[in-house]
């Protein structure tokens, strides 16, 4: 931060201080508070005590340089000769027999080329103050703003008049700008312009360089705020980077088990799988043989339904489908018959009745009814994996009455000479 700025809010501070009535109290609070900082961190308090000091006359220049608390002589040289590059390399040998730099160069003006006057103004300008003595410098001096370079100096403040006292100070341009050219000349970057008779004063002291032509004062902190600035950027890019690179690590301890997991619930899919068609290949046939009724339990049903004047010469049953042939005395009741069936239902006769001796010819056609699955063919959750014993030994079917064994055994097709239904029986 330049010496400007830190000059601008130590101004603002105490204008802010004298509204709120405190500005004693903020003068020993600033004080008290630059014994705690170190002093290789405080800024000189005025930069004459660093630069090497010329007082020019007509015909010398005189360096001066601050040892031991004093200004003193260090070096001298002549100005009156016509050879501007040798003036410029016995100068430059001068500053380096010095151990000073270019820029550790100042300019000392003797009393009679200034004017100085003790002003007293409204403690409201403060803020303000260098734009008053301006447009006031015709008021207060014999000269108009643009002939001179002025500087000033607060040396007292009434709180309870409501004053502020002013040491204003002027000088011709064209004497500093004759002093500054020659300096330019010879090499030198002027920091200052100060009186000879303030060297004594304690700084800070009055500066009548023009403002444009000061360089900007070099902060003693400026490496040390270039080195916050740069911890600053490298802590906001750990906090960007930190968090993605331990997510990062996090995801590839997990990869191992989110394979393994996959892997795992895989095999147990396929297993799934695999249970659930074994258990469909096993409960197949049996559902298709709960579903579908057994012959035996046709021929039961047939015989039942029949009356006694009535044989059965062909019997065919085709998938869901019973088709009988045969004679009897009445076949308008036959379909009524069928209808009271618990296994067989929609019958109908597939041809003509025929007349014969003693009866009618018929051909009649019923459907078989499926059985109502049970529960164990009803679920459709997985069941129970089936043993190897039970794969192997499908469970016997009932074993039918002596009346079924004797129709089982007898063939599905009846042959073709008449018999009647009393020695079917």
């Not at 003790?118 to 409201?124: E, F, G, I």
């Not at 902060?219 to 080195?227: D, E, F, G, K, Q």
């Not at 039942?304 to 998938?319: E, H, M, N, S």
Request: net charge neutral; proline share 8%.
């Amino acid at each position: 931060m330049s010496a400007s700025k830190i000059e601008t809010y130590r101004k603002q501070l105490q204008s802010f201080a004298r509204k709120i009535g405190a500005d004693r109290f903020f003068l020993w609070w600033l004080k008290e508070l630059s014994t705690f900082v170190p002093a290789w961190m405080r800024a000189p308090e005025d930069q004459s005590d660093r630069t090497i000091l010329l007082e020019l006359d007509a015909s010398t220049v005189v360096l001066k340089q601050l040892r031991q608390g004093k200004w003193q002589e260090a070096a001298r040289m002549e100005c009156n000769g016509n050879d501007p590059a040798g003036q410029r390399s016995a100068f430059l040998a001068l500053l380096k027999k010095l151990d000073k730099r270019p820029d550790e160069v100042g300019i000392l003006l003797a009393k009679e080329h200034t004017l100085s006057k003790c002003l007293n103004l409204p403690l409201a300008v403060e803020e303000n103050l260098a734009q008053v003595l301006g447009f006031e410098m015709d008021r207060n001096t014999p000269f108009k703003s643009d002939q001179v370079y002025f500087d000033y100096r607060i040396t007292g403040r009434d709180m309870k008049l409501g004053q502020l006292e002013v040491q204003m100070v002027v000088a011709p341009r064209p004497v500093v700008d004759e002093m500054l050219a020659w300096a330019g000349r010879c090499g030198a970057s002027v920091q200052g312009v100060w009186l000879a008779d303030e060297l004594s004063m304690a700084p800070p002291r009055t500066n009548l360089l023009p403002l444009a032509s000061r360089a900007p004062e070099k902060s003693p902190l400026r490496h040390v705020n270039l080195a916050l600035a740069a911890l600053a950027g490298v802590l906001l890019i750990a906090a960007l980077i930190v968090p993605v690179w331990q997510k990062r690590e996090l995801i590839i301890r997990l990869m191992p088990l989110a394979d393994r997991a996959r892997q795992q619930a895989e095999a147990t899919e396929a297993l799934h799988r695999e249970l659930d068609r074994q258990v469909a290949e096993y409960n197949h046939l049996l559902e298709k043989k709960q579903v579908s009724p057994v012959m035996v339990a046709a021929l039961d049903e047939l015989t039942r339904l029949l009356p006694d004047d009535t044989w059965v010469q062909q019997l065919d049953i085709k998938g869901d489908e019973l088709q009988i042939q045969g004679e009897t005395a009445s076949s308008s009741q036959l379909v009524g018959l069928f209808e009271q069936s618990r296994i067989l239902r929609d019958a109908s006769f597939k041809s003509p009745l025929t007349k014969v001796q003693g009866g009618e010819r018929f051909q009649l056609a019923a459907g078989v009814k499926p059985l109502p699955p049970p529960d164990a063919v009803k679920a459709k959750s997985p069941q129970p994996p089936v043993s190897s014993a039970q794969t192997a030994v499908p469970p016997a079917p009932p074993s039918p009455p002596a009346s079924e064994s004797k129709a089982k055994a007898a063939p599905a097709t009846v042959p073709s000479p008449q018999t009647p239904m009393e020695q079917k029986r």
